[in-house]
């Protein structure tokens, strides 16, 4: 019965995940346990599980005796997010050369950001999530514990401005070919590549 109920608080985490990114769901907005729970089929207690689950990876807020809501940021706080993120995918990327690690999973999410470009009704929530795998592979390749766990705590599969706004063909091209760069950097050792990804992350403070 357990595996079930995780299997349910999967499937309703992923969904709601989707919605959010998507923008289905838009910031602010309250989201319904009776809803969740008619429409997967089960009762609120998996239903509140998996929104406990989401508001720890920063997606929704939990206000008691109120509800649940697609949670907000600040300018402020995407700018201070992306200042910390610049400093720690630099020494990601200095501890992936170092260590010499296999970059076949950050290649494949290279060779899925180009089918998506290359596909006239391309997927912006897909092209997102592989921009977002890109940068979350370097800091796993990095192998250090403390790193990822600072990282996590940015939350920045919940920053919306930084992987899922909507953004031009020209924009995801651009995109990509910057992510292209950055993969050849860390392929040639060239420590040019610390430099690169922190100005590659520090222009994005500003929208």
């Known amino acids: ?56 990876d920063g997606l929704v807020v939990i206000q008691p005796k109120s509800g649940t809501y697609v ?3 600040t300018q402020e706080e995407i700018s201070n997010a992306l200042e ?33 470009i290359e596909n006239e009704n391309f997927d912006l929530a897909t092209f997102g999530e592989c921009h977002l795998k890109f940068h979350e592979t370097m800091i796993v390749l990095a192998d250090n514990p403390f790193l990822q766990d600072l990282y996590n705590k940015l939350h920045l599969n919940a920053l919306q401005k930084i992987f899922f706004d909507p953004m031009t ?6 995109t990509h070919r910057e992510h292209k760069k950055i993969l050849q950097f860390i392929k040639d050792k060239n420590p040019e590549g610390e ?9 994005r403070r500003t929208p």
């Open 1 to 56: 019965m357990s595996n079930q109920i995780s299997n349910i608080q999967t499937e309703i985490c992923s969904a709601v995940q989707k919605r959010i990114r998507t923008g289905e769901y838009k910031v602010g907005e309250k989201l319904s346990e009776n809803l969740l729970a008619t429409e997967f089929n089960c009762s609120r207690m998996p239903v509140r599980e998996a929104l406990k689950h989401l508001e720890q």
């Open 71 to 73: 949670r907000d940021y």
């Open 84 to 116: 910390i993120r610049a400093y720690l995918e630099a020494l990601a990327f200095a501890l992936v050369v170092e260590k010499d690690a296999d970059t076949s999973v950050m290649e494949e999410q290279i060779e899925k950001m180009a089918a998506c």
């Open 169 to 174: 063909k020209e924009q995801m091209i651009f």
């Open 195 to 203: 430099q690169y990804i922190k100005m590659h992350l520090w222009k």
